[in-house]
């Protein structure tokens, strides 16, 4: 950076010498001209001051032409008019170099990485250079495709960059093969692809085809990017139809699955269940053998506490609650009967009349 301040700083200085020394002459001249006449201005002229003052600049002239710097980020090819073909056929690697004044020159190229975008209209960024490239699958698909392709140009065959394109590589060389080789690896592939699975494959191969070929130019690939890919609106929305239609598709089978797992479940929760039962009912069955009275007993624990009286057949044992269970309460304070009193009372009550037999006697 400090050698190239002073290169610049030379620069300047030679060039504000040379237009002192050229304003002062024409004043010097003029004025001799119009005084003295044009003799005395022709010896101003080519008196000795005057050439040696114009030797000095032309040395230091020709020193600012023969120091350059290159800067870090570039590189520089020496256009000479000794060389054979017209060029050095080295490049001039960054730092301070010296060349041949009036007889050589430098042009400067990039040695960074550089960014080439091909992008719609609406969607162009502020580095986008050129539109969209359009083209069409293996199934007659038109695709807008937006690509960006990070380069740089090789610093050891600057020499051949030069000679083949100069400062046109991006448009005449760079966008013609990549667009080409963009339209040969769709054209493989059908739409349906392009737009899921082929994608990743398409970058890829690219990738190897442009970085093979560009290598023969002089210039180094570092990745192509496939940014956007875009449809007709009929395609589009074809593809979102179809998508729908799968992600509805997707559900039922979900849904079916799901009623099938339940099902399942309760089938088997009714199995395990009905297996218990047997298992239990063969136990029960088991100690009944083995001990009858032991039903007699469930069948009491299972009755209701607040029990009086109950029906039971005609067959089987009567049962009657315990004295400790029910207090029986009296409904008036008189003397209860006994069986024989209530007998004695019936009989002493007078007969009935008959009714058929009074109409008979009639």
């Keep these: 950076m400090f050698l190239g301040a002073i290169v610049k700083a030379i620069?300047?200085?030679?060039?504000?010498?040379?237009?002192?020394?050229?304003?002062?002459?024409?004043?010097?001249?003029?004025?001799?001209?119009?005084?003295?006449?044009?003799?005395?201005?022709?010896?101003?002229?080519?008196?000795?001051?005057?050439?040696?003052?114009?030797?000095?600049?032309?040395?230091?002239?020709?020193?600012?032409?023969?120091m350059v710097y290159i800067p870090p980020e570039e590189v520089a090819v020496v256009p000479s008019l000794l060389s054979p073909h017209g060029i050095r056929p080295q490049a001039l690697r960054p730092g301070f170099h010296l060349i041949i004044p009036f007889i050589e020159s430098t042009i400067e190229y990039p040695a960074y990485w550089q960014t080439y975008t091909m992008a719609g209209i609406a969607k162009r960024d502020e580095d986008a250079d050129d539109t969209s490239v359009r083209a069409r699958t293996s199934d007659g698909q038109e695709v807008l495709i937006d690509c960006s392709v990070i380069f740089r140009i090789d610093s050891n065959q600057v020499v051949l960059v030069h000679v083949d394109w100069q400062d046109r590589y991006r448009d005449d060389f760079l966008r013609t093969v990549v667009r080409g080789e963009v339209r040969t690896q769709i054209s493989q592939f059908t739409a349906e692809e392009v737009n899921s699975s082929a994608r990743v494959k398409i970058e890829s191969m690219l990738n190897d085809?442009?970085?093979?070929?560009?290598?023969?130019?002089?210039?180094?690939?570092?990745?192509?990017?496939?940014?956007?890919?875009a449809f007709s609106d009929e395609f589009a929305n074809a593809i979102e139809r179809k998508q729908v239609a799968l992600e509805e598709q997707i559900r039922g089978q979900y849904e079916a699955e799901r009623i099938r797992l339940l099902a399942a479940g309760k089938a088997d929760a009714l199995l395990i269940e009905a297996r218990a039962r047997a298992r239990a009912l063969e136990v029960v069955g088991a100690v009944l053998k083995t001990n009858p009275q032991l039903l007699n007993y469930y069948y009491i624990d299972r009755l209701a506490p607040n029990i009086q009286a109950m029906l039971l057949p005609a067959d089987n044992q009567l049962i009657l609650p315990l004295p400790d269970l029910t207090t029986t309460r009296p409904l008036s304070s008189t003397v209860p009967l006994t069986d024989s009193d209530i007998l004695s009372a019936t009989m002493q009550l007078p007969p009935i009349p008959m009714v058929g037999n009074a109409d008979s006697g009639q």
């Design 11 to 66: 620069n300047i200085i030679s060039l504000v010498g040379w237009a002192i020394f050229a304003i002062f002459g024409l004043y010097t001249f003029l004025r001799l001209l119009f005084r003295r006449g044009p003799r005395k201005a022709l010896r101003f002229l080519i008196s000795l001051p005057v050439l040696i003052t114009a030797l000095l600049l032309f040395l230091f002239s020709g020193l600012s032409f023969a």
């Design 209 to 229: 085809l442009l970085s093979e070929e560009l290598s023969q130019k002089g210039f180094m690939l570092d990745q192509i990017i496939l940014r956007n890919i």
